[in-house]
């Protein structure tokens, strides 16, 4: 089993910057990809970027892309995601996610929230 912990969230002015880490602890790192999910209060669960830990390979989605850079450090096992010219529709719970390559399962961190003020 794998245990996320995300930390590095707080509140920002808009076109403001912060840093997100997840830690990961259990199973073997370059087994999954690891990705940024983000909810905002009465709206889904959206994938915001992942990394596969393997290859490198990255996604970002459209509402993030130029302005947030997810990377790894694959001997602490640690993810980081760095959002730049933040914006107030950035504000949601941050969650880090673990997907198996091969089995798809999936494991969840507890979030951190994310703030942004305009």
């Known amino acids: 089993e794998v245990q996320l912990v995300e930390s590095g969230g707080g509140l920002v002015q808009a076109g403001g910057s912060l840093r997100l880490s997840c830690a990961a602890s259990?199973?073997?790192?370059?087994?999954?990809?690891i990705g940024w999910f983000r909810q905002a209060p009465g709206k889904e669960r959206e994938g915001v970027s992942c990394?596969?830990?393997?290859?490198?390979?990255?996604y970002y989605a459209d509402s993030v892309k130029g302005r947030f850079t997810i990377s790894s450090d694959n001997a602490k096992k640690m993810v980081y995601l760095q959002m730049n010219s933040l914006k107030p529709e950035d504000t949601s719970v941050y969650y880090c996610?673990?997907?198996?390559?091969?089995?798809?399962?999936?494991?969840w961190g507890r979030g951190t929230q994310v703030t942004v003020s305009s």
């Open positions: 996610n673990a997907k198996h390559k091969i089995t798809t399962t999936q494991f």
């Open positions: 259990g199973g073997i790192f370059d087994d999954y990809a």
């Open positions: 990394i596969s830990s393997g290859d490198g390979s990255t």
